[in-house]
């Protein structure tokens, strides 16, 4: 039987807390404590609360998401994305809706690249923005495209969120969640680009010329060197050459000499870039310390195991209980950022989904997949707020473009879910 108050107490002041504005972190810590004090004295559970923070960052793992993030503002700022977007641009710019495609494109390509969200939708929104306005696109439909194409850089990896997942997970390789992701990541944004295609025939956006092959070889050429870091990263720790730790730091340095040798970037732009990779490290990592704090508490109230047993009372169907658990993690994604969700709910769900002989790998792609949705719902959805201000537009008029895009990602939610080869077939081609 659950044991009521423990989740009241937990869930209750972490609305409140959430309504009332305080930040997505300090939620958490204090519902946290909150929690605490029904079973231990006040002094104790605020210390306890204060220690899981601090134990929940001590993690070797942990070091490669704050180069992860460094290295993708230095690609934001080195030039980097403005050559992806031309290659982008030579391959599908003569379809319908090209420049709606070039921006899927070079999303997918920044995202497996920097392994953020939150960059891509900055620089493509920024970049390819007003290109799209002035070329006769609708703003709204722009930014539709533009924030739910920057997800894909949470499954495609590097991707700092599948990190966190294998911390939660008590050890699943990152290596086999990085093969993991590319056809799940793929397929989405290939959907997303039959969607924007039927949108722009609709709506009668203008078509780009055709390149011809020595433009694509020439733009590729231009952009090799930028998508050389993807097979020098992935390929050195599929490799077993590095740790996907290791693998952040070659990827720093691989970037800032690159901007160097595209003359985008110079010594004096650096403490700049630091500055802002800083405060964005700082921000994540106060969320990952204050949601493993939420986890150790929600074990040591059982509440995984009582969540678990009442599931499982309700059906042993393995396809009625993914459908359930993917109904959660939809409904958590309205109201939680990924890094908390994730290291919240994997100790939650795993469990009763391995019992129901789900491969954890797998898992995990799926949890991402709908994470990456609520990336772009309101009121937490952090790549929505930003693709809605570069775009100088509100939310409520990207809604109508908004809505085919987030029907083909849970689509392409479900097909991974009830279909694991897609998922899996790298990790077991490579052996990982």
Request: aromatic share 8%; net charge neutral.
């Amino acid at each position: 039987m659950i044991e009521f108050l423990p989740v009241i107490v937990l869930v209750l002041t972490f609305l409140v807390l959430l309504v009332i504005g305080v930040p997505v972190a300090w939620c958490i810590a204090i519902s946290s404590m909150f929690t605490l004090m029904v079973a231990m004295p006040i002094s104790a559970a605020t210390t306890t609360v204060s220690q899981r923070i601090a134990t929940g960052l001590d993690s070797f793992a942990l070091l490669a998401i704050p180069f992860f993030i460094l290295s993708g503002q230095i690609m934001s700022k080195g030039g980097i994305a403005n050559r992806l977007i031309s290659f982008a641009k030579t391959l599908v710019g003569f379809l319908p809706g090209g420049l709606a495609l070039i921006n899927i494109v070079s999303a997918m390509l920044m995202g497996a690249i920097a392994g953020s969200a939150m960059a891509s939708a900055s620089a493509m929104g920024t970049i390819l923005g007003p290109e799209m306005e002035k070329e006769g696109y609708s703003k709204e439909f722009g930014a539709a495209v533009n924030i739910t194409s920057s997800t894909t850089g949470l499954v495609i990896p590097p991707s700092n969120t599948l990190i966190v997942y294998s911390l939660a997970s008590g050890g699943v390789s990152i290596a086999a969640l990085f093969l993991a992701g590319y056809i799940p990541g793929i397929l989405t944004g290939l959907l997303m680009m039959i969607v924007a295609m039927i949108w722009s025939k609709k709506n009668n956006y203008p078509v780009g010329k055709r390149s011809s092959l020595k433009e694509i070889f020439v733009k590729f050429i231009d952009a090799f060197p930028s998508l050389l870091l993807l097979v020098i990263v992935i390929g050195g720790i599929i490799g077993g050459i590095f740790t996907a730790t290791e693998a952040s730091a070659v990827a720093v340095l691989y970037t800032v000499l690159l901007s160097f040798y595209y003359k985008e970037m110079s010594f004096k732009d650096l403490p700049k870039v630091i500055l802002e990779s800083v405060e964005t490290t700082s921000i994540v990592m106060l969320l990952i310390g204050a949601s493993m704090c939420m986890s150790w508490v929600l074990s040591y109230e059982n509440i995984p195991q009582d969540i678990s047993n009442a599931l499982l009372s309700v059906s042993d169907n393995k396809i009625v209980i993914l459908l359930m658990i993917n109904v959660i993690l939809l409904a958590v994604g309205i109201f939680m950022d990924a890094t908390p969700a994730v290291l919240i709910f994997t100790p939650i769900f795993l469990p009763i989904v391995t019992a129901l002989g789900m491969d954890p790998t797998h898992f995990g792609i799926v949890l991402m997949l709908n994470l990456c949705i609520g990336l772009c719902t309101p009121p937490v959805g952090s790549v929505l707020f930003v693709g809605v201000g570069i775009a100088k537009t509100t939310i409520s008029k990207v809604i109508k473009p908004l809505i085919p895009l987030f029907l083909v990602m849970i689509l392409s939610l479900f097909l991974v879910t009830y279909i694991p080869q897609l998922s899996l077939w790298l990790p077991e081609f490579f052996g990982v």
